[in-house]
């Protein structure tokens, strides 16, 4: 609602209103204060995450192949081309996963 130019308007209102106004700019500071403190933190974080080698990925890529066709049922059974039980999935995971994947003739 719109008071501008309203008779009504005191002059204790109108201090009122600027007090008001002060607070809520006061609020809007802590804020973005608290914000700003919270995507630091967050950065800090996605940097200790992102420098963290997980072991599975240490493996030399021959090992990783070797894990992969144990994946695969037992012969003569032949794997599905889609499925959580195929070898597609194991494409899917990250893009190491998929080169070493489609790069493993035994899987396909």
Same mark, same amino acid.
């Given at each position: ?30 804020? @973005? ?6 995507? @630091? @933190? ?56 998929? @080169? ?9």
């Amino acid at each position: 609602m719109n008071h501008h130019g309203s008779q009504g308007h005191t002059q204790s209102q109108r201090t009122a209103d600027r007090t008001r106004i002060a607070v809520i700019k006061a609020k809007i500071l802590e804020l @973005e204060r608290l914000l700003s403190s919270l995507n @630091e @933190e967050k950065d800090i974080l996605q940097d200790r995450l992102d420098a963290y080698t997980y072991p599975v990925l240490t493996l030399p890529n021959e090992i990783v192949s070797e894990i992969f066709i144990h994946f695969l049922p037992v012969y003569p059974k032949t794997p599905p081309m889609i499925g959580r039980s195929s070898p597609n999935v194991l494409g899917q995971i990250c893009r190491r996963w998929r @080169e070493i994947a489609f790069g493993t003739p035994a899987l396909w």
